[in-house]
């Protein structure tokens, strides 16, 4: 399942619930291959989480990927103003909500 929200300034947020545990892994590696970086751990969403910033097209996106039981969860922040440490902030805060739901 994938939500998409579009707010001020441009700032589109996309949320996806992965079908299966095995997604955590692989959309780690999907999204390290996509950005060409290292994706760093964080702490304190879910049993396990990393984020990751880069770039979709020219738009400047921040990933986190947090996993709660079996179902990993992707938020991805892009576009608007702000940099990469508060996408990460806006995405952890979006992840709880929906961990919490889970």
């Known amino acids: ?3 998409t929200w579009t ?3 441009g700032k589109i ?3 996806q619930v992965f079908p299966s545990a095995s997604s955590y892994d692989q959309s780690r590696q ?3 291959s ?3 970086g290292t994706a760093e751990e964080v702490t304190g969403v879910g049993e396990e989480g990393f984020f990751i910033a880069g770039n979709t097209g020219a738009v400047a996106t921040g990933t986190l ?6 179902t990993p969860v992707s938020i991805q922040v892009m576009g608007g103003t ?3 440490a508060t996408r990460k902030n806006e995405a952890i805060a979006i992840a709880h909500v929906i961990l919490g739901k889970l």
């Open 1 to 3: 399942d994938v939500c």
């Open 7 to 9: 707010g001020e300034n």
């Open 13 to 15: 947020v996309v949320a």
């Open 30 to 32: 999907a999204f390290e």
């Open 34 to 36: 996509q950005y060409g």
């Open 65 to 70: 990927v947090a996993q709660k039981g079996s």
């Open 82 to 84: 702000s940099d990469a």
